[in-house]
């Protein structure tokens, strides 16, 4: 098994965070070639396609792993913003507007990636309704200047541009990807390596080598991806040879998996109940104090993740946080008051395979408080839609605190405000959003760390959402492929190195 990454550095804008793991794997030279002869690359992902590929929601992510989409940055190991489709990039205006000059690079429909041909993409993406996560509080402009430079303006001084621009949701596609009605066709329109040419479902897809990539030809001919929700599925996909690399290993199949196929990789994701404060039950404070107060932590973390998770720490834990005395408690919070036998629904999913067993322990730890509680367990694509319109009270997640933008302020954003596009909690405190827009405006990079931390104590002083374990990720790969991208942001899986 390969070690995980223990190092801590810091970004520069970013609280710290685990890196060393963001690598190729490469399978000892004396492993077998492959069982197939083609040398395409074989993916089992966990999440089923939602919005036919559209780049601005989750669907994002399936084409940023599958090497199919980029935007004009990319994160490297410790979170700084590096070139991607951008050679360079300077701060005008005290930061309140970004210059990016752009390479020369081709769209997978042969046309020319042009300054108007971005500022057209970013400004759909800008207009998209909802909103891109990574655009939570934003109000983004994009112009072209010439034909190799992109002025991105933000209005209030957003120091994390470079970052937020290397987010999934704000990669860029030929202006033949969009229609009139708002939509956006990834296939054959992107820049990346490999390029979307079938799309069967909700159940797989098919992408061709891209040979025009400005990066240079990839060494796989071709992915072909599944989408596989089931956990226990995707890792009997990866013991049979069905496939050559699959995420989100469920930690309950690890022991029964040839060890040399199994990778960890420390992330920023965390395990997180969300409560409904806008209807039902948690609407009362006193009732989310009581829930918070009748939840295990360690509890999950050992007896479901089995070791591969620790008991929460706040939302950011140590990956993210490493000097627990700097931590800000908590302050605010409101007196538990006595469920009575109150009813609860706690809503689920199971592409994330520990999730349902944790909704389990959740439901006995609060039935001893004295609640009633019901679970709703479903594949996340049928379970999105109802989270975000409150129609549970509760609700058990995953979440990458640097997914967006690389940048934890962006999450706090998108999650915890008013505004926020992913707002499971429903939250709308004055309190929250006041300290959240005020770490938003701070470049120094100690004083945005403790800015994000003073943000974090108010939302947990809400009781809003009850952290519950900080996972490492578990990646099945092959013994035949090199190669494969160990992301701890998990926005790759695949790249022009990886082979078989």
């Known amino acids: 098994m390969r070690e995980p990454c223990r190092r801590l550095m810091s970004g520069l804008l970013l609280a710290p965070l685990l890196t060393g793991c963001f690598s190729s794997y490469d399978a000892p030279a004396s492993d077998s070639a492959g069982s197939g002869k083609s040398g395409r690359i074989r993916v089992a992902l966990a999440f089923t396609p939602k ?58 429909d042969g046309s020319e990636v042009t300054a108007q041909a971005v500022a057209s993409s970013l400004t759909h993406a800008a207009e998209a309704e909802p909103a891109p996560a990574a655009l939570s509080g934003v109000k983004l402009t994009a112009e072209a200047v010439g034909e190799d430079r992109v002025r991105i303006a933000t209005g209030a001084a ?88 699959a995420e989100a290993l469920p930690v309950a199949q690890l022991s029964s998996l040839d060890k040399d196929t199994v990778h960890e990789t420390n992330t920023a994701r965390a395990t997180v109940l969300y409560l409904n404060t806008k209807s039902g039950a948690f609407a009362d404070a006193g009732l989310r104090a009581a829930a918070r107060e009748a ?69 006995q730890q609060l039935q001893r408080a004295g609640f009633k509680v019901k679970l709703e367990v479903r594949d996340y694509a049928r379970l999105e839609s109802d989270l975000l319109a409150g129609r549970f009270d509760a ?55 403790a800015a994000v931390r003073k943000a974090e104590a108010a939302i947990l002083g809400t009781d809003a959402v009850v952290p519950l374990a900080h996972l490492k990720v578990v990646t099945g790969i092959g013994t035949s492929v090199r190669g494969a991208l160990l992301d701890p942001y998990e926005r790759q899986l695949v790249g022009t190195g990886t082979r078989r």
């Open 51 to 108: 919005q036919n590929f559209s780049p601005y929601g989750e669907d994002a992510l399936h084409l940023s792993k599958l090497g199919v989409s980029e935007g004009l940055t990319k994160l490297d190991a410790n979170g700084t913003a590096v070139p991607a489709l951008a050679e360079s990039w300077t701060s005008e205006k005290g930061g309140r507007s970004w210059l990016f000059t752009l390479r020369d690079a081709r769209f997978q």
């Open 158 to 245: 957003d120091p994390v541009l470079p970052q937020r621009m290397s987010s999934p949701s704000l990669a860029v596609f030929s202006p033949k990807a969009y229609d009139k009605q708002g939509g956006v066709d990834p296939a054959g329109t992107a820049t990346g390596p490999f390029e979307l040419t079938r799309i069967i479902g909700t159940t797989a897809a098919a992408l061709d080598r891209f040979d025009g990539y400005w990066g240079g030809r990839a060494q796989a001919p071709g992915i072909d991806a599944r989408f596989i929700a089931d956990g226990t599925a995707r890792a009997n996909a990866l013991r049979s040879g069905q496939v050559d690399i």
């Open 295 to 363: 939840i295990d932590t360690s509890v999950i973390a050992e007896d479901v993740y089995e070791g591969q998770a620790e008991p929460a720490q706040g939302l950011y834990g140590p990956a993210l946080n490493p000097a627990s005395g700097k931590r800000i408690e908590p302050t605010g919070r409101a007196e538990a008051t006595a469920p009575a036998g109150r009813s609860i629904t706690i809503a689920t999913f199971t592409s994330r395979p520990e999730l349902p067993e944790v909704a389990q322990v959740l439901q």
């Open 395 to 449: 609700a058990v997640s995953s979440r990458n605190m640097m997914l967006d933008t690389g940048d934890p302020v962006s999450v706090l954003s998108s999650d915890f405000t008013c505004d926020g596009t992913y707002n499971v909690s429903l939250l709308c405190d004055r309190t929250v959003d006041r300290a959240v827009a005020d770490a938003r405006t701070v470049t120094d990079a100690a004083e945005r760390q």
